[in-house]
């Protein structure tokens, strides 16, 4: 029998029952709530007349309906002035406090979008189950994590039963060899996976991510890549547990502590898939041949190198595929054999869940450093994942370089990602965004969204269109 | 949880692939803290010629006459038609609430989105998964009846996993037993988890010895 791959044995210690069908009883060990998919959850609880079962599983923060801008925040929940978003945060609060679940309020400090905030926190840790009624979930997968995205009806069921019933997914591995080039980074592989892959590629699957490129990648590199799993089609990512696993989880506020901690790392150990693992499918990239990425159209898979053309629809057999890049170019207002680097850009945002930690905001200090926004660009917004992240950037001074190069720095949450509060694009407005997805309206209705790496986003902020920030 | 037996309805095309859960119900409407009223609303950004906000009176907004649900033709359906990777992206379960409220209680389409497809199953509807040659051939027949609906209704029959065309085909279908016998019965899942509690439980307990610090380690 061959070994085990990481997802195997994070499925495996998690069996509470196996069923004949092939569905399983999975406990979960940890449920993040926010605001948005838990208020009909919580409600479902009451109408059933039923209590969570393990209050210390679950942890909360709003996120997606915050305000970002720092004088509407400043008023906190009160201070909300959409209605209906105020209710909904409200609800969050009222919520935590009525079933006594740990909540940061939305002007706690370490407040933030909740798949930043976990990692951050030490509330997600190696070896856990995670849920959350979010698809990004998946971005909790970098610490050697089982995280995966479930619908309001599920966060009810793990509310009420701390289990899911799943069938166990396939094992996909993601295997990037080799080195990447100066100005490549994790947002850009992983935009490259998904171009060969498609949107649909990991359905079904577990992708575990891996090779000399993944090893080498900093914490935070790994969780954009989890991050976007979902977007290859697979709910669950993951990477293998190392020391800069360790290193990373060590010390932070919730992480387990003094002798609790040693068997913590010595059961994290075991995290990783074995040599003799099988996988249902492999698929291998070289790191030197990955470019820096831009998506041109209205699904994640469509995505060329910067040095790219648009693609012409005449010249692709598949009936389907044509039709869905004729309606993409249409909507984007974009012509085939047009060049990527000729796209203008009206807003640039740089945030989100994808990109919008530490080391994503340097990133795009270092390239508007001494430089200002180009005067196409009427918007460029800056928004940390978490307070944490924006205390540590202001004390390293970034703010001040997106300030001083004309960016808006705001508060933390989702923001323009998808814009439910008022950070949103206009018709037709092309915006250089470090989020996740390109969907049709989804950072405003008729806006028109192209996904790429912090640098990348900071680089076409100044530049006024898009350039490869290799040559910057 | 809504049970479903036997439906028979009307087919509305949604002929492109990869339709995300942005396009089924944008993030507007979202900011509901309600499980129904979504229905108007369901594929907004095509349906309507104007961009919709929550609350609003829909019957006055312009319709978009290109797209089907707003054909006569297309009046009253309860089956989608849909192409591969239905569902994609967002795990909002507003989708299939808008579905549900609209009145579309099938789907049937070469290949789901696994979020959207678990959430299906929680709220009644019942997503079909047939091979893209059988859906390609629907999708013709579909549009080769010109006139009015009754033309191209079909009859899902969950029970027997059958879906009755109007050619007088009859299509066998595959679905998990477990997923199956709950739509059938419109069983409470949740309460079927709860009967065995004593195994997650016991489960719990041994958990909590084997891997200490994953509990009370939040509070
Ligand atoms: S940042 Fe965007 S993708 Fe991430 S959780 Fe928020 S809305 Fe979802």
Redesign the pocket.
């Known amino acids: 029998m061959s070994g085990q791959t990481l997802y195997d044995k994070l499925w495996q210690s998690h069996v509470v029952q196996q069923r004949d069908d092939g569905s399983a009883l999975i406990y979960i060990d940890r449920q993040l709530i926010h605001e948005v998919t838990s208020p009909q959850a919580f409600e479902g609880l009451r109408l059933a007349n039923r209590q969570p079962w393990r209050l210390d599983a679950n942890f909360a923060v709003p ?2 309906n915050v305000p970002t801008e720092v004088h509407e925040r400043s008023g906190g929940v009160a201070g909300i002035t959409d209605p209906v978003s105020r209710l909904q945060v409200q609800t969050l609060d009222d919520n935590c406090r009525d079933f006594d679940i740990l909540e940061f309020e939305v002007n706690d400090v370490r407040q933030g ?3 930043v905030v976990g990692p951050e926190q030490g509330v997600t840790l190696p070896g856990m189950t995670i849920v959350c009624g ?1 698809s ?1 979930t998946s971005t909790h997968g970098a610490l050697g994590a089982m995280a995966q995205g479930i619908g309001t009806s599920d966060v009810e069921h793990v509310l009420a039963t701390q289990c899911l019933v799943q069938q166990k997914m396939k094992n996909m591995l993601v295997r990037v060899d080799g080195q990447l080039q100066t100005g490549v980074t994790a947002k850009d592989v992983v935009l490259a996976v998904i171009g060969q892959i498609g949107t649909a590629g990991g359905t079904h699957h577990a992708i575990e991510f891996g090779g000399e490129v993944v090893r080498s990648m900093s914490m935070e590199g790994r969780m954009t890549m989890c991050n976007m799993a979902i977007e290859a089609g697979a709910r669950v990512g993951v990477i293998a547990v190392d020391d800069a696993t360790i290193e990373y989880v060590r010390g932070r506020p919730y992480a387990p502590r003094g002798e609790l901690w040693d068997q913590a790392v010595a059961a994290w150990r075991e995290l990783h898939s074995d040599a003799d693992a099988h996988f249902d499918r492999i698929v291998e990239l070289r790191g030197e041949d990955i470019e820096p990425q831009v998506t041109w159209g209205t699904s994640p898979e469509m995505v060329l190198p910067v040095n790219g053309v648009l693609p012409n629809p005449a010249t692709i057999d598949d009936t389907g595929r044509r039709a869905a890049t004729e309606r993409a170019l249409h909507y984007m207002g974009l012509k085939s054999g047009m060049s990527i680097t000729d796209i203008k850009l009206d807003a640039v945002f740089i ?4 990109n919008s930690r530490i080391e994503d905001l340097r990133a795009a200090a270092a390239v508007v450093e001494g430089r200002k926004v180009a005067a196409n660009v009427k918007r460029a917004l800056v928004v940390p994942g978490s307070g944490q992240v924006k205390r540590q950037a202001e004390a390293e001074g970034l703010d001040k370089i997106f300030t001083a190069a004309g960016m808006e720095w705001r508060e933390p949450g ?1 923001s323009m ?2 814009a439910m509060n008022s950070d949103k694009l206009g018709e037709g407005e092309h915006c250089a965004s470090t ?3 390109n969907f049709e309206g989804r950072q405003g209705f008729g806006g028109r969204t192209h996904l790429v790496s912090p640098a990348m986003a900071a680089a076409a902020a100044v530049a006024g269109h898009f350039v490869d920030v290799r040559n910057w | 949880m809504k049970s479903f037996t036997v439906l028979q309805g009307v087919v509305a095309p949604m002929d492109r692939a990869n339709v995300d859960t942005d396009l089924i119900i944008p993030k507007q409407f979202l900011k509901s803290i309600q499980r129904s009223g979504f229905g108007p609303n369901l594929f907004d950004g095509l349906r309507y010629l104007d961009e919709g906000e929550p609350g609003q009176d829909c019957s006055k907004r312009p319709l978009n006459p290109d797209f089907p649900l707003n054909q006569p033709r297309y009046k009253g359906a309860s089956v989608l038609l849909a192409r591969e990777n239905f569902g994609c992206g ?1 795990s909002r379960e507003h989708a299939p609430w808008a579905l549900e409220d609209f009145g579309i209680h099938c789907i049937i389409a070469p290949s789901y989105a696994d979020i959207f497809y678990n959430n299906c199953f929680k709220n009644g509807i019942l997503p079909i998964e047939l091979d893209a040659a059988t859906v390609d051939r629907l999708f013709a027949e579909l549009y080769a009846s010109e006139g009015y609906s009754e033309e191209f209704e079909v009859t899902v029959d969950l029970a027997n996993q059958t879906i009755q065309t109007p050619s007088g085909e009859t299509i066998r279908f595959e679905v998990d037993e477990f997923r199956k016998h709950c739509l059938l019965n419109g069983l409470d899942d949740i309460g079927l988890t709860l009967e065995n509690a004593e195994a997650i439980r016991a489960y719990e307990q041994r958990w909590r010895r084997e891997s200490p610090w994953l509990f009370d380690s939040v509070r």
């Open positions: 996120d997606h979008i909740v798949h979010d990004h945030g989100s869940c994808t989702c990602c998808l989020s996740n997805r | 967002s």
